[in-house]
């Protein structure tokens, strides 16, 4: 049971515009949700989160939204860089439970 | 260095060999965890352990065997492996053990090849 999804396994942007990864989920019982970022031979890296309580955090040129009624949340980088370029997953939690995470959507940002 | 270190980095095995991977943390977190990440599928978490013990098994098959000797050191004990159980091996820590807003710090990841 997939309980995060990351419908697109692949996003391309140009340096400077807005890159928007997404992701959906299914239980509504999870009350944090994070953004990792994985460079090709490295493990996952945190790179920003939100609680259930909050519909934005922003850091820097990363901002997460959290639409709880729909389910769905997104992480905004802008503006894109090069060094953006990896494979970021989408995971959430709740409090009593593992952390669970979506596929993954890589990220190409061109020079 | 991000405080989770994974050895070896690259392992290919026969079906019949046996072979461990061990992962370190130094970070003082109480919880660690193994996670297998296969080709364009989410990461799956096999097992966790808090404060040493198991607290969850993720219906992993017997072949994969972990063992927790230390809050700082986790390993996974592999036997008679499958081809299709080649994949990436990350191992993580978190200090809540709950998952939370704190995040997990992963290990950079043992690419496991069974031949």
């Known amino acids: 049971d997939q309980q995060v999804k990351q419908n697109s396994p692949s996003l391309s942007v140009q340096e400077g515009r807005i890159s928007i990864l997404n992701c959906d989920y299914t239980?509504?019982?999870?009350?944090?949700f994070l953004w990792y970022k994985k460079y090709p031979a490295e493990g996952p890296t945190f790179l920003i989160s939100?609680?259930?309580?909050?519909d934005k955090n922003e850091d820097g040129r990363f901002t997460v939204f959290l639409n709880k009624s729909a389910k769905h949340l997104s992480l905004h980088i802008v503006p894109s860089q090069p060094g953006d370029s990896a494979v970021y997953f989408c995971a959430a939690s709740d409090n009593n439970n593992d952390m669970r995470f979506g596929a993954g959507t890589r990220l190409t940002v061109k020079p | 260095e991000t405080g989770v270190t994974q050895t070896p980095r690259h392992l290919v095995m026969g079906m019949t060999n046996k072979k461990s991977l061990k992962c370190e943390q130094h970070l003082g977190h109480n919880a660690m965890y193994w996670y297998k990440q296969s080709a364009k599928k989410p990461l799956e978490l096999m097992f966790v352990?808090?404060?040493?013990?198991?607290?969850e098994n993720n219906s992993v098959p017997s072949r994969f065997s972990p063992e927790c000797p230390n809050s700082s050191h986790l390993f996974l004990h592999l036997h008679t492996l499958q081809p299709e159980d080649s994949a990436l091996y990350l191992c993580a820590s978190s200090q809540d053990g709950g998952g939370g807003n704190y995040g997990y710090t992963f290990g950079s990841g043992t690419r496991l090849t069974v031949v």
């Open positions: 352990y808090n404060f040493k013990e198991q607290t």
């Open positions: 239980n509504s019982m999870f009350d944090y």
């Open positions: 939100i609680s259930s309580i909050k």
